[in-house]
């Protein structure tokens, strides 16, 4: 069975840190792959998404992949209160590449 | 990306009965899905609603069960059928952008008694 992984955390981070979120994939297909970010009582919404290894920069935000590790990871630098929500992994699936499966998610608490 | 919209937005309904979800696109999509979210779970997939065709269903999930249309491009609905208290979640519609990215609607949140 394809999985995603995550800590369910609570990763707990004071404002101004750096917040790195971790998650690893069980499809060695995968090929495209994504961050969320969900708050209490709200929908997921599209943070990022990288494609290729190496490091994928946005802002505040860093993706990291290496495919051979099956890996892929979330930086938030200068980590701020409103990043408190959980963040999920999705990675597509190897049998269809549209499909997605989504790690648990990893909650972020960002103590001011 | 598109604006979705979803009705309702939440509703208590009694088991046995069934809901029909709605999910709005404003710009024509191909893909559209729907997930269910059960608390304090992350995403799963229920089916793929395809114009034109016949929705794919995922493991676990029968089209008796969860009945799907999608009359046109930007419109689908999830009926949820013979509910009950197990049935209570969130679910979300989403939309493929033809890049493989999906984005969410606000999603709908059902509670069976």
């Known amino acids: 069975q394809k999985e995603v992984e995550q800590n369910s955390g609570p990763l707990s981070v004071p404002e101004g840190a750096i917040a790195s979120l971790n998650c690893t994939y069980s499809d060695r297909g995968s090929q495209s792959f994504f961050w969320y970010r969900q708050y209490s009582g709200k929908s997921p919404e599209l943070i990022m998404f990288i494609y290729s290894n190496g490091d994928k920069e946005d802002g505040r935000f860093t993706a990291q992949l290496n495919k051979a590790s099956q890996y892929v990871s979330l930086l938030i630098r200068d980590s701020q209160p409103s990043d408190s929500a959980t963040y999920l992994c999705?990675?597509?699936?190897?049998?269809?590449?549209?499909?997605?499966?989504f790690g648990s998610g990893t909650r972020l608490l960002v103590r001011p | 990306s598109a604006v979705i919209s979803q009705k309702p937005s939440r509703d208590i309904c009694q088991r046995g009965t069934s809901l029909t979800i709605q999910c709005q696109v404003d710009s024509q999509v191909t893909m559209m899905f729907w997930y269910r979210q059960q608390p304090g779970q992350s995403l799963t997939l229920i089916a793929t609603a395809n114009q034109g065709s016949e929705a794919t269903y995922e493991s676990g999930f029968v089209i008796d069960k969860f009945p799907i249309s999608r009359p046109n491009l930007t419109f689908s609905t999830l009926t949820v059928s013979n509910m009950s208290p197990e049935d209570s979640s969130i679910y979300l519609c989403?939309?493929?952008?033809?890049?493989?990215?999906?984005?969410f609607g606000p999603g709908t949140r059902l509670l069976v008694l």
């Open positions: 989403s939309v493929e952008d033809g890049q493989e990215t999906q984005y």
């Open positions: 999705a990675v597509n699936r190897e049998d269809s590449s549209y499909k997605l499966i």
